[in-house]
């Protein structure tokens, strides 16, 4: 199974790198570990979100930037507002990664 590396920007994605980074600094975990448990992550963050997450969200904002490049579409809403049952919460600035789960099966 595929998956895109998207996750590992997230604020998780990141603490988790950074604490592999340490551990095969410290001689803890070899780096051929460390990559398997990147990829593992990707995995598990794919299946989590098909399989786990039933919300949906609206969310309406003005566009600062978008782009389109390998597939991969990024947008960048200024003064956001996200909707569902539950909230009406609005952020300053979030960026937007989207890609087709259609590249995955390729």
Request: hydrophobic share 40%.
């Amino acid at each position: 199974m595929a998956t895109f590396e998207l996750y590992r920007r997230s604020t998780i994605g990141m603490c988790l790198t950074e604490t592999l980074d340490e551990m095969v600094s410290n001689g803890t975990l070899s780096p051929e570990l460390a990559i398997q448990v990147l990829v593992q992550f990707d995995k598990s963050m794919t299946d989590a979100l098909e399989s786990q997450v039933k919300s949906k969200v609206t969310i309406k904002g003005h566009l600062h930037t978008y782009r389109f490049c390998d597939n991969v579409w990024t947008f960048i809403l200024q003064d956001a507002t996200f909707k569902n049952d539950e909230i009406n919460d609005t952020v300053n600035r979030v960026k937007i990664v989207a890609c087709d789960s259609k590249l995955l099966s390729q």
